[in-house]
Structures are given as structure tokens and as C-alpha cells.
């Protein structure tokens, strides 16, 4: 026989099993579920980021000389020997005479982030025309030379018909 | 037949609202047990998933991929600092150009300071006499936005040999005003900076294009001939106007 009391204790036995039982096992279901989605679109971008690193790896292929020209313009490390040397031929080739490497300093840059920026001061001499073209070519070079500064004076040496010249140029490294 | 000496008690029949909760009841405390069961179950199930799927995200990482995901970062990243590299660089040879094309045959620079990056230029000159000052002035008036952008001789000196010493101060425009098709009204504008700036093209205090922030050269079509334009170079609150004419223009070859 049903007693009333007997209904009332199922009634709220089943009612506080669902409440405090039921309802947080749902909770932590639902949690799992979404967390799972999460690392099946997960594992899908992942498939996916492959790929297209395979792609971009096949692409990049295609521009090797432009990407070893990138190389160069902007070197891993400052190398000032390497730039020295570079305006030493760089005079060479213009008919200018390399006076003097005055200073140079290395600085993270404000204006790039990530780059070092390496200002380096110099002194050449030889005629006008000259000058000209040994600026040209430094601009115009694979490595990324920008000119800050230029002054012409008289040289010191009376006798000397040449002019001296003073440069600040800039290069940029990692 | 048998008569019933003490009566029984007659059986009371549950309402039928108390079987209702009681089934309700029993049907419910069935229902979630059940379904606490079936959850814990996927709960592990999907733990189990989690665990393959980091595991597999693991094993499609290997040293190659890394590898070559280093390396097409390092070129994108070495490919973008090189495109802001490039369209922040400017040349010399402008500031050659501009002074050879202005200073006077009877002047005689003896000092020649030129900030690039600023677009500036400091000389001190000599002129054979007042007249060539007086000239060489005009001459820096006429290429006022063409290609130098202010100008300053705010002092000179006599020399008891009648030459006129004098300092300087020339600035430059920021970039290249170039006319490259007189038929069609249409001309190319670089600007230097354009990281730093932000480019519009005014005619009469009305805005015909911008803010033009990518790139360092720009077209502008359908232009009117022998006509003022401005263009606005804006960094923030700071605002450069550098004015021109299309009949200025100087002609691409």
C-alpha cells in the first residue's frame, strides 16, 4: 500500500538528488563538452596551421633571391667590421678617400621595434662629384643604409684641393 | 457462509495525488541516478578525448614543424621590418638636386649641413655683392613649393670687400611632387614618412583624399590644371601643409 509518507520521501529524495547531485554532474558534463569542442577546433587549426606551413614553405621557395636579399639588407647582428669594410670599397669604388671612422654606437631603435640601430660617423675626402656617388651607392646598396647627416667643408690641408666630408649614416641588425 | 465476527478494517485507498508523487517520486530518484551515471561516464569519455587530442597536438608538433615555423616567422617578421625599412628611407640625392638647381652662379658656399632625416640644410655663403644676396633670395622664393618648403636669411654681414656673408636655413619637402601625365590631369605623390604620417590631398579647405597611410606613393586622378592643391601631412596633433600647383609640377621621364 502507498503511504502518503513513503510519496513524500521519494518525492524529495528524488528532488535533492537532483539538486545537488544531478544538477552539478550536468554542470561538469557540460564543462567537459565545451572544453572538448574547444580542443577538437584545436586540433583542426592545427591540421590546418601544418598545412599552410607546408604551403608558405612551397611558396617561399619561389622568392629565395628576394629573401637572401632581405637577409642581407638587414643583418642577425651589427658586424660593424663588415660595414667599415663595406665603406672602405665603397670609397674605393668612387674615388673617395676614407679619413676616419669617427664613432659609432649600437641602440635598440624607437622607430622599429626589434631592431638594433647602428649609427656609425665618418670622415672622407675627395671632390664633389665623388661624394655624390659614394652616397648613391651606399643608398643603393642590398644592405639597408640610410644617411642621417652629411656636411662639406674645405679640407684642413691648405694645400690639398679636396674637400673633406663628414657622414652619419645608419644600418639596421637583430 | 462464513460471517465476519469482528469486521475488518476497510482497506484506505491512496488519493490519487499521492501515487502520483509517489510514482513521480520513484520514477525520478530512477531518472537521475540513471542519468548521473550516463554523465560521469561521458565526463571520462571526454577526458579520455582530451588527453588524444593534446597527445596528437604533440605529436604533429615535431622538431621539423617547429623548425619550419621558426623559420617562415623569422621571414615574415624580417619582411615586414624590411617594407618599413625601405618606406621610411630617404635619399641625398635630393638635397643635392635642390641646392645645385637654386644657388646662384655668384655665390660661393663655404659651409653645407644637410639633415636628411629632418629635410633640412644649413649653409653659410658668400655673395659677390648685395644685388646676388638680394637674388639668390628670389631664387629660394621661386622654388617655394616645388621643392623647398620654408626658407630663412634672417641675417647677413658686409665685408669691406663688398661681398655679403650669410647663413641659411632651407627645408625641404617631405617627398616628391612628380607630374607624370599632363593629358589625363593625373600625378604621383611620394611622401617620405609615410610611417609617421598621415597623407590627404586639400583643395580649397576640402578634403579630395586620405588619410593615405600605406604605401609611399600615391596617384591622384582627374586633377585641374594650373591649380592650387595642399597636401596635408598629419602625425598626431602636429599637421604639415605643404601647398602646390599641378602647373608645377615637374614632368617624370
Given at each position: 500500500?502507498?503511504?502518503?509518507?513513503?510519496?513524500?520521501?521519494?518525492?524529495?529524495?528524488?528532488?535533492?538528488?537532483?539538486?545537488?547531485?544531478?544538477?552539478?554532474?550536468?554542470?561538469?558534463?557540460?564543462?567537459?563538452?565545451?572544453?572538448?569542442?574547444?580542443?577538437?577546433?584545436?586540433?583542426?587549426?592545427?591540421?590546418?596551421?601544418?598545412?599552410?606551413?607546408?604551403?608558405?614553405?612551397?611558396?617561399?621557395?619561389?622568392?629565395?633571391?628576394?629573401?637572401?636579399?632581405?637577409?642581407?639588407?638587414?643583418?642577425?647582428?651589427?658586424?660593424?667590421?663588415?660595414?667599415?669594410?663595406?665603406?672602405?670599397?665603397?670609397?674605393?669604388?668612387?674615388?673617395?678617400?676614407?679619413?676616419?671612422?669617427?664613432?659609432?654606437?649600437?641602440?635598440?631603435?624607437?622607430?622599429?621595434?626589434?631592431?638594433?640601430?647602428?649609427?656609425?660617423?665618418?670622415?672622407?675626402?675627395?671632390?664633389?662629384?665623388?661624394?655624390?656617388?659614394?652616397?648613391?651607392?651606399?643608398?643603393?646598396?642590398?644592405?639597408?643604409?640610410?644617411?642621417?647627416?652629411?656636411?662639406?667643408?674645405?679640407?684642413?690641408?691648405?694645400?690639398?684641393?679636396?674637400?673633406?666630408?663628414?657622414?652619419?649614416?645608419?644600418?639596421?641588425?637583430? | 457462509?462464513?460471517?465476519?465476527?469482528?469486521?475488518?478494517?476497510?482497506?484506505?485507498?491512496?488519493?490519487?495525488?499521492?501515487?502520483?508523487?509517489?510514482?513521480?517520486?520513484?520514477?525520478?530518484?530512477?531518472?537521475?541516478?540513471?542519468?548521473c551515471l550516463a554523465f560521469a561516464f561521458?565526463?571520462?569519455?571526454?577526458?579520455?578525448?582530451?588527453?588524444?587530442?593534446?597527445?596528437?597536438?604533440?605529436?604533429?608538433?615535431?622538431?621539423?614543424?617547429?623548425?619550419?615555423?621558426?623559420?617562415?616567422?623569422?621571414?615574415?617578421?624580417?619582411?615586414?621590418?624590411?617594407?618599413?625599412?625601405?618606406?621610411?628611407?630617404?635619399?641625398?640625392?635630393?638635397?643635392?638636386?635642390?641646392?645645385?638647381?637654386?644657388?646662384?652662379?655668384?655665390?660661393?658656399?663655404?659651409?653645407?649641413?644637410?639633415?636628411?632625416?629632418?629635410?633640412?640644410?644649413?649653409?653659410?655663403?658668400?655673395?659677390?655683392?648685395?644685388?646676388?644676396?638680394?637674388?639668390?633670395?628670389?631664387?629660394?622664393?621661386?622654388?617655394?613649393?616645388q621643392t623647398i618648403h620654408s626658407f630663412?636669411?634672417?641675417?647677413?654681414?658686409?665685408?669691406?670687400?663688398?661681398?655679403?656673408?650669410?647663413?641659411?636655413?632651407?627645408?625641404?619637402?617631405?617627398?616628391?611632387?612628380?607630374?607624370?601625365?599632363?593629358?589625363?590631369?593625373?600625378?604621383?605623390?611620394?611622401?617620405?614618412?609615410?610611417?609617421?604620417?598621415?597623407?590627404?590631398?586639400?583643395?580649397?579647405?576640402?578634403?579630395?583624399?586620405?588619410?593615405?597611410?600605406?604605401?609611399?606613393?600615391?596617384?591622384?586622378?582627374?586633377?585641374?590644371?594650373?591649380?592650387?592643391?595642399?597636401?596635408?601631412?598629419?602625425?598626431?596633433?602636429?599637421?604639415?601643409?605643404?601647398?602646390?600647383?599641378?602647373?608645377?609640377?615637374r614632368t617624370s621621364n
Amino acid at each position: 500500500m502507498i503511504k502518503t509518507k513513503n510519496a513524500i520521501l521519494y518525492f524529495l529524495s528524488s528532488v535533492i538528488i537532483i539538486v545537488f547531485v544531478v544538477l552539478p554532474v550536468l554542470q561538469n558534463f557540460l564543462v567537459k563538452y565545451q572544453e572538448v569542442k574547444i580542443k577538437r577546433q584545436e586540433l583542426r587549426q592545427e591540421e590546418k596551421h601544418i598545412e599552410d606551413l607546408k604551403k608558405a614553405e612551397s611558396e617561399l621557395e619561389k622568392y629565395l633571391a628576394s629573401l637572401e636579399m632581405i637577409d642581407k639588407a638587414i643583418s642577425d647582428d651589427p658586424a660593424i667590421a663588415s660595414l667599415v669594410y663595406f665603406i672602405e670599397r665603397s670609397c674605393q669604388n668612387s674615388g673617395m678617400f676614407l679619413e676616419d671612422v669617427k664613432s659609432f654606437t649600437v641602440e635598440e631603435s624607437e622607430i622599429f621595434p626589434g631592431l638594433k640601430e647602428t649609427t656609425l660617423e665618418f670622415s672622407v675626402s675627395g671632390n664633389y662629384n665623388d661624394f655624390k656617388r659614394l652616397l648613391n651607392s651606399m643608398e643603393n646598396s642590398v644592405k639597408v643604409i640610410k644617411t642621417e647627416k652629411f656636411s662639406i667643408r674645405k679640407s684642413e690641408d691648405e694645400k690639398k684641393q679636396a674637400l673633406s666630408f663628414d657622414v652619419i649614416i645608419k644600418t639596421y641588425s637583430y | 457462509m462464513a460471517i465476519e465476527i469482528i469486521p475488518k478494517k476497510e482497506q484506505e485507498k491512496p488519493s490519487s495525488i499521492t501515487a502520483f508523487i509517489y510514482y513521480l517520486g520513484k520514477f525520478l530518484l530512477i531518472f537521475s541516478v540513471i542519468l548521473c551515471l550516463a554523465f560521469a561516464f561521458f565526463q571520462w569519455r571526454f577526458s579520455q578525448e582530451i588527453k588524444a587530442i593534446d597527445n596528437s597536438i604533440l605529436i604533429r608538433k615535431t622538431a621539423d614543424v617547429l623548425a619550419l615555423e621558426s623559420k617562415i616567422d623569422n621571414y615574415g617578421r624580417k619582411t615586414r621590418d624590411f617594407v618599413q625599412l625601405i618606406q621610411g628611407k630617404k635619399s641625398s640625392k635630393s638635397f643635392f638636386q635642390a641646392m645645385e638647381d637654386v644657388i646662384h652662379p655668384d655665390v660661393v658656399l663655404t659651409s653645407f649641413e644637410a639633415n636628411v632625416s629632418e629635410n633640412e640644410i644649413n649653409i653659410t655663403a658668400i655673395a659677390s655683392n648685395i644685388t646676388v644676396l638680394d637674388q639668390q633670395a628670389r631664387l629660394f622664393r621661386s622654388r617655394l613649393n616645388q621643392t623647398i618648403h620654408s626658407f630663412d636669411i634672417s641675417e647677413f654681414s658686409r665685408e669691406k670687400d663688398r661681398t655679403v656673408v650669410f647663413p641659411a636655413k632651407l627645408t625641404l619637402i617631405a617627398g616628391d611632387i612628380v607630374c607624370y601625365s599632363e593629358k589625363s590631369n593625373s600625378m604621383e605623390i611620394s611622401v617620405d614618412y609615410v610611417n609617421a604620417f598621415n597623407v590627404y590631398l586639400f583643395h580649397r579647405n576640402q578634403k579630395i583624399a586620405g588619410p593615405l597611410s600605406s604605401g609611399s606613393q600615391y596617384l591622384f586622378e582627374g586633377l585641374t590644371p594650373r591649380t592650387t592643391y595642399e597636401l596635408h601631412l598629419r602625425n598626431g596633433d602636429s599637421a604639415s601643409i605643404i601647398p602646390f600647383s599641378t602647373s608645377f609640377c615637374r614632368t617624370s621621364n
